[in-house]
T-cell receptor, first 114, second 109 residues
Framework: EAGVAQSPRYKIIEKRQSVAFWCNPI?????LYWYQQILGQGPKLLIQ????????DSQLPKDRFSAERLKGVDSTLKIQPAKLEDSAVYLC????????????FGPGTRLTVT | GQQLNQSPQSMFIQEGEDVSMNCTSS?????WLWYKQDPGEGPVLLIA?????ELTSNGRLTAQFGITRKDSFLNISASIPSDVGIYFC?????????FGAGTRLTVKP
């Protein structure tokens, strides 16, 4: 069974530029999560989708971050404009449903903002 | 929000030694999970605990869900070099999952 796919794996941009990350969850998984992991810390949830609806985006900085999962499968996370403090690994995870606590993570996208 | 305090921050042990790490919180969680993260990869689920007092094993790993529901520990017995990595605890409650800051484990052959 294929795991969670993410691209790109690495991205370097200058502050004030825009960037987008893509995630393809495990087939059949209804719930998709985006996490931000700053160096030396655990992952912090940004947004959770159930199919194509948002379940929780309370920790998403909505002035600059946006995410969508239009067809309930793939998802895109965008940052516009980026700040230096956005440098982190952005992890996508999926689970079979929102009631399942067993989340499966992708390899992440390492973002460096200069 | 709920904060998870994970300790120790790092451990340096000799191959073959046993390892113990724990996670505490000021809030109650309904589920505790333990993940391992290798460099350049996402966290991988090791053990999930669903009931207070539950003790679960996965090979050389054993984890327990504290009776108060505010803590959990993970033990690794007879460590081997491939146990190297960062171990994260996570607590889940009300559709919300929080992670600890991780324990970085180094195993010397």
């Amino acid at each position: 069974e294929a795991g969670v796919a993410q691209s790109p794996r690495y991205k370097i941009i200058e502050k004030r530029q825009s960037v987008a990350f893509w995630c393809n969850p495990i087939s059949g998984h209804a719930t998709l999560y985006w996490y931000q992991q700053i160096l030396g810390q655990g992952p912090k949830l940004l947004i959770q989708f159930q199919n194509n609806g948002v379940v929780d985006d309370s920790q998403l900085p909505k002035d600059r971050f946006s995410a969508e999962r239009l067809k309930g499968v793939d998802s895109t996370l965008k940052i516009q404009p980026a700040k230096l403090e956005d440098s982190a690994v952005y992890l996508c995870a999926s689970s079979i449903s929102s009631g399942s606590y067993e989340q499966y993570f992708g390899p992440g996208t390492r973002l460096t903002v200069t | 929000g709920q904060q998870l305090n994970q300790s120790p921050q790092s451990m340096f042990i000799q191959e073959g030694e046993d390892v113990s790490m724990n996670c505490t919180s000021s809030s109650i969680f309904n589920t505790w999970l333990w993940y391992k993260q290798d460099p350049g990869e996402g966290p991988v689920l090791l053990i999930a605990l669903y009931k207070a007092g539950e003790l679960t094993s996965n090979g050389r790993l054993t984890a327990q869900f504290g009776i108060t529901r505010k803590d959990s520990f993970l033990n690794i017995s007879a460590s081997i070099p491939s146990d190297v990595g960062i171990y994260f605890c996570a607590g889940h409650r009300d559709n919300d999952m929080r992670f600890g800051a991780g324990t970085r484990l180094t195993v010397k052959p």
